[in-house]
């Protein structure tokens, strides 16, 4: 089975742009989980360190007033 130059050229470069994309799609997925992974680690240091004027969010126990 022959197939034309032509269609054979089109074959190609559709496979070849769905190549691009899949891996176009790979890397911003790879980017997007990076992404998260600093920020959750970023988010872990932060715990435990003083608020500044904020007031903290944690529950507190009442100490009575010397």
Do not use: W, Y
């Amino acid at each position: 089975m022959l197939m034309h130059p032509d269609m054979l050229l089109a074959l190609e470069n559709d496979r070849r742009r769905q190549l691009i994309a899949e891996a176009d799609r790979g890397r911003l997925l790879a980017a997007a989980r990076r992404f998260r992974f600093r920020r959750a680690a970023k988010g872990t240091a932060v715990r435990g360190q003083p608020t500044g004027s904020l007031a903290s969010c944690e529950p507190s126990a009442a100490v009575p007033a010397r």
